[in-house]
């Protein structure tokens, strides 16, 4: 059985692809005994079989799978899964690339820790990561939790990002229904949140060993998916594994940081989202009209002029630090 799984789920994404299998086959010499790596073609239209078929001719360990029909993220996804034959797992958005030294010192830690999951800290780049990205700090390395309700709070609304995740099968639970989460597009949580919840040890990694090209998703309604979707996640671990205080402390993110700072990016129009024509306030409303949280954060990030909206959540903290204290003194739920 070898050491690490990286299994690329792709769809008409071929140049975004080969930057991605050159990032990791040119790190591969060395580790071969210990590396699969699986490309599993959700029956794409371009060239992408041409360039997995290259990149197959130049590293033997590279598996490629070609559906002969598209049957979507959420089922590619999990195929990837159920495809891979090694002690840890890897789903990684043919996008993302991995930095160079990365592969070494991933492998290092997988060879010298036991774990049921690491988190990988991601730099994040639009077009081009060799310009973008500022070399990865030596001084930066990784930091082992016991706790996984900690390691939950540590990684955040990043559990969603499945490049960053990876999980030990050998310690995964039997009796997960992969499928719990199928076409939520958050399909990935069914096996990264359980193998925490399950987890002895967890490593955050701090070190950039990866980077994600962001602006670069589409096909999804983003906030039917990390509004609706992701806070009917929330509950059902609310349920099975995860902590109530947990739980608060992810709503409590995404009230206070994550949706008013999306919500400024698509204002200011540096990324576009498949909402389009429909109310953000709406949906968010829909699930969080009863929180205190959502009217004083992210109303005001809809509504308010953009200059003021910047203007706001520069003081964000502070605001937050202060309805904290205030909510204490209340005891608000």
Not at 66 to 92: K, T, W, Y
Not at 101 to 109: C, E, F, T, V
Request: glycine share 4%; net charge neutral.
């Amino acid at each position: 059985m070898k050491l690490l799984t990286i299994a690329i789920p792709t769809y008409n994404r071929s140049a975004c692809l080969a930057e991605c299998l050159e990032q990791i086959v040119k790190q591969l010499p060395g580790h071969e005994d210990d590396i699969e790596i699986i490309v599993s073609d959700n029956c794409s239209t371009d060239d992408t079989p041409d360039v997995v078929a290259r990149y197959i001719g130049r590293s033997s360990v590279i598996r490629s799978i070609r559906n002969s029909n598209n049957i979507g993220a959420d089922n590619n996804f999990i195929q990837c899964f159920e495809l891979s034959e090694s002690v840890f797992f890897m789903l990684m958005g043919d996008d993302d690339v991995l930095l160079d030294g990365g592969m070494d010192y991933l492998l290092g830690i997988l060879k010298q820790e036991q774990c049921s999951s690491i988190f990988l800290r991601a730099s994040a780049f639009i077009k081009d990561f060799r310009k973008e990205i500022v070399s990865s700090d030596p001084n930066r390395t990784y930091t082992i939790y016991n706790d996984p309700q900690e390691f939950i709070k540590k990684i955040n609304i990043n559990a969603t990002f499945i490049s960053s995740n990876i999980i030990n099968k050998l310690d995964f639970p039997a009796d997960v229904d992969l499928r719990r989460f199928y076409g939520t597009n958050l399909v990935q949580l069914g096996w990264i949140i359980p193998s925490i919840i399950n987890a002895k040890r967890c490593i955050y990694v701090d070190r950039a060993v990866l980077a994600g090209r962001v602006f670069n998703s589409g096909n999804f309604r983003f906030f039917q998916v990390f509004a609706v979707n992701f806070n009917k996640v929330i509950e059902y671990f609310s349920h099975n594994g995860m902590a109530s205080s947990t739980c608060d402390y992810l709503i409590h993110h995404l009230l206070t940081e994550f949706y008013p700072q999306r919500i400024y990016t698509i204002r200011t129009k540096q990324e576009t989202y498949d909402d389009e024509g429909e109310s953000i306030f709406d949906i968010l409303q829909a699930t969080y009209r009863n929180s205190l949280l959502f009217w004083i954060f992210v109303v005001p990030a809809i509504f308010l002029p953009v200059s003021f909206v910047k203007i706001f959540y520069k003081c964000e903290k502070k605001v937050y630090k202060r309805y904290n204290k205030i909510a204490k003194l209340f005891k608000w739920s």
